[in-house]
T-cell receptor, first 112, second 115 residues
Framework: SAVISQKPSRDICQRGTSLTIQCQVD?????MFWYRQQPGQSLTLIAT?????????ESGFVIDKFPISRPNLTFSTLTVSNMSPEDSSIYLC?????????FGQGTRLTVV | AQTVTQSQPEMSVQEAETVTLSCTYD???????LFWYKQPPSRQMILVIR??????QNATENRFSVNFQKAAKSFSLKISDSQLGDAAMYFC????????????FGKGTRLSVIA
């Protein structure tokens, strides 16, 4: 099984600023996924990140707002840009390996 | 597109009793995976149980078991001998087989365990 280290675990940010969330996997994985979980809600897929190509974004999410990097098979970042209070959520990264999916510990973001 | 429906926003169970959480899904695929994840206040997504659609036998993990009805597209989770530590959000999830595909989640069921 894969272990994903995600940081920061939480942050409080001023509106208009940006935050970069990092995920490090302890083994090589082809795809990584970024989810948003708004307060009291389920997980919504933001984008799929494949190493060596641009991320694929779901409807309602755009690269300018949520740029993603995937420089190698064990690492990915998600940036939340020009933040507003509506971006206050938990952000989780995930990786699929064989039949299972693994998750980072999540980042609780509060925008004030 | 695949969808996952959890019709019970909240459930409660007495300690040591049994509770069943419901999940239905919609897909045109014949081979896929189904999961139940537990999310405690720590936010960590914890895999509870996994079912492979081509396996007719229902998956079991200790006190957790599923009732997988492929024709009805139903995938319920039974928790036996409930413990206080079982209190959490439970998410049903679907994943297509073949390739590296993301999970599709239901809205979740908040389970409370009453001492």
């Amino acid at each position: 099984s894969a272990v994903i280290s995600q940081k920061p675990s939480r942050d409080i940010c001023q509106r208009g600023t940006s935050l970069t969330i990092q995920c490090q996997v302890d083994s090589q994985v082809t795809m990584m996924f970024w989810y948003r979980q708004q307060p009291g809600q389920s997980l919504t897929l933001i984008a799929t990140a494949n190493q060596g190509s641009e991320a694929t974004y779901e409807s309602g999410f755009v690269i300018d707002k949520f740029p993603i990097s995937r420089p190698n098979l064990t690492f990915s970042t998600l940036t939340v840009s020009n933040m507003s209070p509506e971006d206050s959520s938990i952000y989780l990264c995930s990786a699929a390996q064989s039949t299972e999916a693994f998750f980072g510990q999540g980042t609780r973001l509060t925008v004030v | 597109a695949q969808t996952v429906t959890q019709s019970q926003p909240e459930m409660s169970v007495q300690e040591a009793e049994t509770v069943t959480l419901s999940c239905t899904y919609d897909t045109s695929e014949s081979d896929y995976y189904l999961f139940w994840y537990k999310q405690p206040p720590s936010r960590q997504m914890i895999l509870v149980i996994r079912q492979e659609a081509y396996k007719q036998q229902n998956a079991t993990e200790n006190r957790f078991s599923v009732n997988f009805q492929k024709a009805a597209k139903s995938f319920s989770l039974k928790i036996s001998d409930s413990q206080l530590g079982d209190a959490a959000m439970y998410f049903c999830a679907y994943r297509a087989r073949g390739g590296n595909t993301p999970l599709v989640f239901g809205k979740g069921t908040r389970l409370s365990v009453i001492a």
